[in-house]
């Protein structure tokens, strides 16, 4: 019983808007956001399975990732509640895709809520081990479920 790691890769465009950050992610401004999705299973033995040798068809992770993350999140703009119902609701009624999430939308922050949004929706044979941000050429967070027990 030998368990596998698989990942799938995706991305996604969004602009978010950091308050009060002292940099320039304080500006509404986009980035061209490649997440990584990583599970483990153990490789399907019946061999009557269409499955079979597989730890979770591709295809499912790709649906699932794809519903709950990527068709919500591309060309939003993701921004706090902490702008006030104001700005919020203007922006609402100029734009159709504005996000408001409960956080301050960082890498770290957006990853978080990922997690959550998919965790419920992978098979219970299937464990979530890591998800990977990458924001710019040269950053990235990533999220560890061992860093988490
Ligand atoms: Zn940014």
Same mark, same amino acid.
């Given at each position: ?6 990942? *799938? $890769? ?5 602009? !978010?808007? %950091? ?8 500006? =509404?401004?986009? &980035? ?28 499912i992770l790709?649906?699932?990732?794809? *519903? $709950? ?5 591309? !060309?939003? %703009? ?8 104001? =700005?919020?609701? &203007? ?8 996000l408001v ?28 081990i890591s ?19």
């Open positions: 019983m030998t368990r596998i790691r698989i990942t *799938k $890769e995706f991305r996604f465009e969004a602009a !978010h808007v %950091l308050k009060d950050y002292d940099g320039p992610c304080r500006n =509404i401004h986009g &980035h061209s956001y490649e997440l990584s999705v990583t599970i483990s299973g153990i490789p399907i033995t019946d061999p009557s399975s269409p499955k079979k040798g597989m730890v979770m068809d591709f295809g790709k649906k699932v990732v794809q *519903k $709950e993350i990527i068709d919500i999140f591309d !060309h939003s %703009l993701v921004i706090s509640p902490a702008y006030g119902p104001e =700005i919020l609701d &203007h922006m609402k009624k100029n734009f159709s895709n504005i999430v409960p956080y301050q939308p960082t890498s770290e922050n957006l990853l978080i809520d990922f997690v959550s949004r998919i965790t419920s929706h992978l098979p219970e044979n299937i464990r979530l998800m990977k941000l990458r924001e710019t050429a040269s950053s990235y967070a990533e999220w560890f479920e061992n860093d988490n027990l």
